[in-house]
Structures are given as C-alpha cells and as structure tokens.
C-alpha cells in the first residue's frame, strides 16, 4: 500500500463566530425562521452578476435581431392596446397621445409582470443545478430582478425618446413634473414586490404545481386592475378604492403622473404601495429560505 | 481547537415513498396541527429502514438513520456501500443540498461539493464564460478564477475552442472542461461524487492524479464516494462501510473494503440438488450441492486474492461407472471464458479418483480457481459430470452459481482506472537489455 501522509496540518480556518462556535458551519433540519443568511447572498455576489450575463446573453444569442428585440416587444404590446382599447374601445387616456399613454404603462407594468413570472418558476426550472450543488438560492431570483431591470433600462429609453419628442413638439398635455425623481423609488419598489410574490409563489409550486397555473392568468388579470390601460380618474369614485387596494396602482399612476402630468398622486396610496412591499418582500424571503432546504425532496 | 474537520451526529433523513400528491396536503396540515400544538412531528416516528429489495409496510422510510462519525482534518475518507446504502443521500446532505431530517453536521472550514461536474454549464455561452459561471456557482471568487483561469485551461487542453459556446464542444470536450473548473477549486473539505468516471483513460487518470494531489500535498479533508475499489484503496486511508442508511463500520479501508465484499455475501454460494436445474440428464449421476468456497465458507461474493474453491457433491445413482466433472466459466454477457474437467494432464494435482470406475454412492470433488486470476467483474459457473471424457452422456447444470469478483486494492498501488479484460492474472514481466 502506497504510504499517503494523511495527517498534514490543515491548512489554518478562520472560525466565524457563531452558535456553535467552535464550528465554521453547523448543517441542521431546521434553522430559525428569520435566520436569512443574507450575508451569504453578499459574499455570492460574484455569481449573482454572472447570472445576470447568462439571463442576458443566452436569450438573444443566435437571433437576428438581437437586444432589439427588447423594443419591438413594448412597442408591439403598445400598438395592440391603441387599437383594442383606443381606437375600438375608446377608453379615456386623460387627453394624452394614446402611445406616450400606453407606452408608459407597458413599460412599468413589463417590468413588474415579467420578473414576477420569472422568480416564481425558480425552483422548479433550476431544480437541477439546486441538486447537485448549494449556493444561497436567493442569488437566482435577485438575479433575476436585476436583469430585468436591465431590460427595464432599455425599454425606459425607448420610452424617454418617444416622450422627448411629443415635448419638443410643444405637445402641451404633457406636464412632467418633479416627481420624476421618484422614477428609481418606484423601480425599486416593483422590483422588490415582484421578488418577494415570486419568492412566495416558487416556494409554494415546488410542492403544489396549481398554484404555477393560477399565477400565469392572474397576472394578466391583475393587469386588468392596476391603471394600465385606463386611467385612474375613469374609474368611479365609488369603485376606485377597489383599483388602489391593488399596490401595483400606485405605482403605475405615480408614474404616469410624473412624466405626463396627469392622473393623480398621493403619499398615502405610495406609502400603503411601499409598506405592502415591506412585508411581502420579508415574508417572502423566510418561506422561502425555509424551503430551500428541503425543496428537492418534493419538487 | 480541535482536528476535527467533519463531525456527523445522529444524522437521519426520512423521505416518503410513492407520489407526492393528493395526500400531500393533509399530511403537511397534520404537520401543522401537531406543532402549533407543541407536538411532534406525527409522521416522524414511523418509517423504516431503507431495504429496497423487502416491501415495506410505511409510506415513509429513513434513507439515513443515526449515522455517527468524525472526519479528521486532513484525513482523505472513502464512503463505500452498496447501492441504496444512503451514501448519495449523505452527501447531498453534506453538500446542503437537502436538509437532514434528524442529527446535525457539525463542519471545520469551506466545504465544497462535486456532484456533478459542469453543474449550470450554459450551452449558449462560450468555454471561457461558463468557466467563470461555473466556478462562481462552486463558491469561487470572480478574482480566484482570473487567478487560476490559465491553469484551469490549460488542465482541460480544450484551449483552442475557449471562445466557442459549449454546445458545439463534443462531450469529451464538454467534460473535460467541466473537470477542469472543480479541479481547481480550493475549499478546505472537498466532497466528492463518482465523477471520476470521465472522460477517456487519460483524462480520468489526470483527474485521479490531481485528486492524489490535493489530498497529499495541500493536505485538504476529502470524502470520496465511489463504487470503484480500485479508486478508493489508492486515495483513501480509512473508509466508511455504509447499508441500509446505516454506519456499518468504520476504519481502515482494507478491512473496510474486505467487510464490503462480504455484504454481497449470500448463500446463494451454494445450490443444493432440488434447486439445480438440469437440462441435460444422465440418470445414473446425480447433483447433490453445487458451492463455490472463499474463505469464509460459501459465497457469492469473493476478493481478487481470494482463492475460490469450486465444489461439485454428486451421486452415482445405481451402476458403477467413471466420472468426468466439468466446468464453465462464463462471463456477464454469457460467453464462455474458460473451460475445465478433472483429467490428468489437465489438473495441476494428480487426483487418484480419475479414470477409476467409481461404485454407487456420493462424492466431493473440488476445483480451485487460483487468486489473482479473475478481473473485477461478475461470473457464472456452469457445472457438468459426464461418464467419461467423450461428454456424451452427462448431467448438466447450466449457470448454476453467479458470483462476483472484487477489487480488493492488491493489485492497484499503480493503475487506478478501469481494467478491461475477461481476466487478470498475475504475469511474469521480465526486461533484459538487448546488445
């Protein structure tokens, strides 16, 4: 038998404080609910980024168009909704161009709606790599918001340009106003409110799949409740608090507010949008730390 | 502090059987119910070891139960078991891909897994892009891969086509670029899986090689989980001996390794007359008992160095007369290896019952089939007695014993991959220097 020298001195191991502090690590069934381990997320960073690039690059590689493709989609939806709910429905857009008006809403509501979908299929379309190999799953689904905002980004300017030129033609319904700060707040509101719903919905699908068919139809649906194609002032005042329990409206109308100038605007509604994502976002985040653990035992 | 790198606990892991589906929910209201009260779980307590072979009466079954032990710092363990045994479950466990359902590991330092190589490869992107995506998902730095990015390449030989997306790699290519990434991370523990079984003989000897490596010069902790005897006797010391999702033993891993062989142990190493099928029939000679022998008596289960004694207990029914034994040896696919039968100038002894007329009444005759003779590979013995050496008129018992030969780590202080070959004797090799 070939001696091997098996007793070397290891190499030397920072030891992390922690309950059991002897140990670097300890691997338990069931750890303490708020327990987040979001630090590990941070140390992953690395990883969260190359995420993005994958996401990124592997959806228009070997197409001809390539990233225009990020504006012939809000630009279609757009055209869509000006016939449908313009021209042959002939909803109200507050006096505004119907494409700036669209436009606007597309963009928000793509972004919300699209990272939503995406985080809420997280374990069930990355079920072999979170197989054979642990890293903090929380890294696939913040991936995901940021390359969505990427995308968001790219369809933001297609907007800003379709907005820039009704402005320098003087067209005088558009009133921008200083709210537009606001535009990185409620970005980062989307964001987060669609991470934390995604979060809960992919934790509760790795064991029952209903709830993957369900969340595909109601988000089309809940478009249809969130101002995106009308405004809010169409609204019945009687009826209207039924449209702004919806967190997503908001949001939708304080944009639209701050670029065009019209719809309306209230710290109230923006502060029940804000706290409403607080909470999902947190609740989110412990079921589905919780089901990390043992995901692959029943997905 | 103490040298302990690894600490296992009472470590258990229940899963439920069958699908998950429709009772899903009330067991997990159940669940539920029982903890808002304080309770135990309901559905912990039941369950059963996991024998895959036996049906069992629970739903649910413990694929580890209490398994204890220590992995010391620096120490290279082999996990062995047969199929089933829980190791694949220990070590996804290990790697947090699953949590326990019982116990705690308790672990000194970074620990890395390899399941799988190429885990989150991308087919669309380029070599060098998922050397970065798939180190990144084994815990590396993005600087760490800059760092080793060369040497990573350079490892994979695939140099050449690194700008190219992966997908058009062929899956030697594909492979070995993957190897190349984990083989170059650098955790303080490192799990291991059979990934080893890659690629051509070359490539799987470099990657055993790097293994050796990183266990002996880096002196890092390393569990091996391998099926391969020949692997684990090189790179491990000690081993575990794991069945049913429990520790058989642990220790080092000859001992281990003989232990392993004798799991497979049955008494299927004997077959006594009522259970040997003849399709050939000479009413004057009868079978008894077919056994073959190692040596702790009958087996189906034996060690490279082990001798394995063919036995044949038959009757001579009424009339007197010569006896010719026989046998076959053939291999997995059916196919006759070799052939033998007591003759004299055949048999390495002289056996004084040849060529005698032997009276009615019962016999033993053995033949042995030397150690170091057979590869690690399965076998089935054919058993034949005939009235003499024409093998016209005989009695047949075709395939009457399957056994399986083990790799025992004898022969394995140099080559540790794949031995082809229906056979492995030990040869004379002998060099002299030409004038």
Known sequence: MQHIEVLRQPKPIVVSPSNNNEWTEVIEPRTNLLDLRLGDVWRYRDLVMMFVRRDFISTYKQTVLGPIWFFIQPLLTTLTFIIIFGQVAKLSTDGLPQIVFY???VTVWNYFSQTLTAISTVFVTNAAIFGKV??????MPVSIVLANIVRFLIQFGLFLGVWLYYILRGDSTINPNWLIVLTPVLLAMMGLMSLGLGMIFSSLTTKYRDLSMLLTFGVQLLMYATPVIYPLSSIPEEYRWLVLANPMSSIVETFRYAFLGSGSFNWVYLGYSALFTVVILLAGTIIFNKVEKSFTDTV | MSNIAIRVENLGKQYRLGEIGTGTLSHDLNRWWARMRGKEDPFAKIGEANDRTTKGNSEYVW?????????KAGEVLGIIGRNGAGKSTLLKILSKVTAPTTGRIKVNGRIASLLEVGTGFHPELTGRENIYLNGAILGMSKSEINRKFDEIVDFSGVERYIDTPVKRYSSGMYVRLAFAVSAFLEPEILIVDEVLAVGDAEFQKKCLGRMKDVSTNDGRTILFVSHNMAAVSTLCSTSVLMQHGTVLDHGDTKNIIEQYISIGRTSNGEVWEDDIKCTLTNPNLKFKKVSLMGKN??????????????????EVVSDSTTVVPSIHLLNNYGECILASFNATSVSLIPDPYFDKVLPKGQYRVQCTIPRYFLNDTQYTISAFI????????????????????NETGAMRQEHIGTWIGQIRPRLEWKTTKEL
């Open chain 1, 103 to 105: 436009l606007a809403g």
């Open chain 1, 134 to 139: 642990y890293f903090p799953r929380l890294t």
């Open chain 2, 63 to 71: 694929a580890l139960k209490d398994v204890n032990f220590d992995v």
């Open chain 2, 297 to 314: 008596g009958p087996s189906n289960s034996f060690g490279l160095d082990e001798d394995i004694v063919c036995q044949i207990d038959y």
């Open chain 2, 386 to 405: 005939a009235n003499d050496i024409s093998f016209h008129n005989m009695t047949s018992a075709e395939e009457v014993i399957s056994f399986e030969v």
